[in-house]
T-cell receptor, first 110, second 113 residues
Framework: GENVEQHPSTLSVQEGDSAVIKCTYS??????FPWYKQELGKGPQLIIDIRSNVGEKKDQRIAVTLNKTAKHFSLHITETQPEDSAVYFCAASSTDKLIFGTGTRLQVFP | DAGVIQSPRHEVTEMGQEVTLRCKPISGHDYLFWYRQTMMRGLELLIYFNNNVPIDDSGMPEDRFSAKMPNASFSTLKIQPSEPRDSAVYFC???????????FGSGTRLTVV
């Protein structure tokens, strides 16, 4: 079955800097890759997703890139702000269920 | 839409008691998922339904756990009897299908003492 690995587990950046979170997946048939943000006391919230027929997608300060050959995808956050502090999860799917990574705790210091 | 609605938000119960968690998915979503989140194990998929039918329950830890979806707008996750190691945050999520993201509820924080 699918296995998703996520790195790093924690990430600290200064406000205004960029943050990058990386994930690898094992199932070459996976074709859908969403990213979720989880704030304290809340459920994970979808922030951006990408499908396997696209190499990059951008939405304001966040972007996701996908390398199907290497089976990895990354989340890029530019001009980080304190409100970006949260736990971020990547996920991959080739069927109707998502397999989640283990999460990255991002801290943005003012 | 009010999103995925879970109840209760918090539950504290004594070991051995029965616990029932409830979920109302987004109207029109055909898939419903139950997850458990702990620091040690992260987000674990327990069971999911498609059109009210259980598709994969391989993540259910043991027979003490059961889930039902009697109709398209309601699902329950039951633990009987509960044990301290069941303490976790339980999330319900719904989706409109393969290749679409999930919408998660706010979760139920369960503490078994």
């Amino acid at each position: 079955g699918e296995n998703v690995e996520q790195h790093p587990s924690t990430l600290s950046v200064q406000e205004g800097d960029s943050a990058v979170i990386k994930c690898t997946y094992s199932d070459s048939a996976s074709n859908y890759f969403p990213w979720y943000k989880q704030e304290l006391g809340k459920g994970p919230q979808l922030i951006i997703d990408i499908r396997s027929n696209v190499g990059e997608k951008k939405d304001q300060r966040i972007a996701v890139t996908l390398n199907k050959t290497a089976k990895h995808f990354s989340l890029h956050i530019t001009e980080t702000q304190p409100e970006d502090s949260a736990v971020y999860f990547c996920a991959a799917s080739s069927t109707d269920k998502l397999i989640f990574g283990t999460g990255t705790r991002l801290q943005v210091f003012p | 839409d009010a999103g995925v609605i879970q109840s209760p938000r918090h539950e504290v119960t004594e070991m051995g008691q029965e616990v029932t968690l409830r979920c109302k998915p987004i109207s029109g979503h055909d898939y419903l998922f139950w997850y458990r989140q702990t620091m040690m194990r992260g987000l674990e998929l327990l069971i999911y339904f498609n059109n009210n039918v259980p598709i994969d329950d391989s993540g259910m830890p043991e027979d003490r756990f059961s889930a039902k979806m009697p109709n398209a707008s309601f699902s329950t996750l039951k633990i009987q009897p509960s044990e301290p190691r069941d303490s976790a945050v339980y999330f319900c999520a719904s989706s409109s299908g393969e290749g679409y993201g999930y919408t998660f509820g706010s979760g139920t924080r369960l503490t078994v003492v």
